[in-house]
């Protein structure tokens, strides 16, 4: 592990366009070994945070310390399609295996894994079908059923998707008992990005999401920050900054100690973290 050192001189926000939202410079932390290059899923977990590769890779969990060092790593009996986002609840956590860039997947699935010590067991697999999609041959990256974040709010399942078409994000609630059922939009924001990653807090009832622009190159990636209010988003005061970084961030975590933590793609640094407290972003007086 290759520790980086912080940057004393980063500026806690600096200008931006109006358009793009404030800019929030990120303090590196630590760059991950190549078995974890391709980070997808973020999350809490214990003393630090758990997290894992997407498609192409090994069926593996990564136990990482809050300095981002891998403690552990622990292999699933079960294969990784296309894992993108991670949730907790208690110690039960949650694989979304929703990667879909093509749009034909009929196998999409979450994922529920029982934890004991260091081991993780599958538990029956939750299906993901959407009420909406009735083509399963569409062009690549030309549709709205791939799906890269995965979180609790409150008592529910949020599974959140990444529209290729017009950069929204659509909100399906999932019902981990359920058996066959089909999933139906609840919600939709204009989040003017690619949504790969998100996590809730539920102090401040604060919905977070990360993500980045539909361009190749030049990549831009983003934070929102969206209250909860009986079980909705509230998007009209919603807040959004532009990352001082580039690049495909996927993963995005509250630590305990209230800054916010991202994952980012890559043979670079992998784990930035805020150097404001969330609740301090909230009551930003800029925005």
Known sequence: MRLIPLLPSLLLLSGCV?????????????????????????????????????????????????????????????????????????????????????????????????????????????????????NFQPP?????????????????????????LDQQTAIYKVRPTAENTSLVEQQRLNTDMLVTGADYDAKTRTLLLVGYSRNWFNRRAWLWLYPIRDGRVIEADGRRWMLG?????????????GLVYFTREGSDINLFRSLLLLESLLIDKSR
Not at 22 to 44: D, H, I, K, Y
């Open 18 to 134: 109006a358009a793009q939202g404030p800019r929030l410079e990120l303090v590196p932390v630590a760059g991950f070994p190549s078995r974890l290059a391709e980070t997808s899923g973020l999350a809490r977990w214990q003393q630090g945070f758990v997290s894992h590769n997407d498609s192409g890779n090994d069926a593996d969990l990564f136990v990482l310390d809050g300095e981002g060092n891998i403690t552990a790593q622990s292999a699933i009996a079960a294969g990784n399609r296309d894992w993108e986002d991670i949730a907790v609840r208690g110690n039960t956590l949650y694989l979304a295996d929703t990667g879909n860039n093509g749009g034909w997947r009929r196998d999409l699935h979450i994922l529920p894994l029982t934890a004991e010590a260091e081991h993780f067991s599958p538990q029956a697999p939750i299906p993901v079908r959407y009420a909406e999609q009735h």
């Open 140 to 164: 690549l990256y030309q549709h709205n059923f791939d799906a890269e974040a995965l979180t609790w709010v409150e008592d529910e399942l949020w599974l959140l998707t990444k529209r290729w």
């Open 245 to 257: 970084q580039n690049g495909q961030f996927e993963g995005i975590a509250l630590g305990r100690d």
